[in-house]
């Protein structure tokens, strides 16, 4: 039994003449189009990776910040 991977459901469902082609083996014509599409999703990816990390590192410091003003105010309070 063949596995179906979301990729071929995609490719089926935005072209099924397309996805036929690739099932009987045929090369794309447009090989360089889809290596930049390639090297344009690798970049994203990169980009929402770096995102989620400075997001949480922000969200850190912010901590950090909030303990230091804590810690601060605890000292100037007490004599």
Request: charged letters at 15%; aromatic letters at 16%.
């Given at each position: 039994m ?7 459901i ?7 003449r397309?996805?036929w082609?690739?099932l009987?083996?045929?090369?794309s014509?447009n090989?360089?189009?889809l290596s930049?599409g390639?090297?344009y999703?690798?970049q994203?990816?990169r980009?929402?990776y ?7 590192l ?5 901590c950090?910040a909030l ?6 105010l605890?000292g100037?309070?007490?004599?």
């Amino acid at each position: 039994m063949k596995i179906i991977r979301a990729s071929e459901i995609g490719s089926y469902q935005y072209c099924q003449r397309s996805w036929w082609y690739q099932l009987q083996g045929y090369v794309s014509k447009n090989q360089v189009e889809l290596s930049e599409g390639s090297e344009y999703h690798l970049q994203h990816g990169r980009a929402v990776y770096r995102a989620g990390y400075l997001k949480t590192l922000a969200g850190w410091l912010l901590c950090l910040a909030l303990a230091g003003m804590i810690y601060w105010l605890i000292g100037t309070m007490l004599p």
